[in-house]
């Protein structure tokens, strides 16, 4: 795990460090100093810390114009034990809602397994994003993760999105493909 880096393609637009409206705005990260884990096992020093044991993150684009931010995720996502849609909300979600963030794509690819708690972390983050006029999106969760998802009935709050090769998008164009798709699903 610890050779999985954040998606790095898009630094030239955006770098959440930089971003003073970034809840990471000013960290400063190690190439070679290897200190967060996932259990017994290293992760890539460009990954956040955003208060789980268990699951770290990178921003990879906020754009405040267009009101989306596109979130990496590495892990074990835990709400069983670690509660970790409440860390995230808490920390995170909740920090650039009030930027006027109301759109969240979240990058699972790297979601090693999913344990579901309760959904009432999910259901308020799911009603103050689409009274906003927003919704909240995974795309390329793991089929093991994406039925325990399902399973859990959490792809009420947000939806579950499938892109073959996200990578090859500009960040604009990610959003506004996963935006009309869940618009044509609405109406």
Known sequence: ???????????HIYVSEEDEKSPFYGRVY??????????????????DDF?????????????????????????????????????????VMDFFSAQGINKFILITENVLNFHSGDKDYYEEWYEEVTDAGGWIACLAMPEQARHEFKKAKL????????????????????FRKIDQHILSRLE
């Open 51 to 91: 208060g789980s044991r268990t699951l770290y993150m990178k921003v990879l684009m906020a754009d405040y114009e267009e009101h989306y931010v596109v979130i990496e995720l590495i892990g074990e996502w835990n709400d069983a034990i670690e509660n970790d849609i409440m860390e995230l909300k808490r920390e």
């Open 155 to 174: 792809n009420r709050y947000i939806e579950l999105e499938e892109i073959e090769n996200w990578r090859i998008y500009k960040p604009i164009h990610l």
């Open 1 to 11: 795990m610890h050779d999985i880096e954040p998606f790095y393609n898009w630094r």
């Open 30 to 47: 190690s190439e070679f100093q290897f200190t967060q884990a996932v259990y017994n096992y290293y992760i890539h020093p460009q990954w």
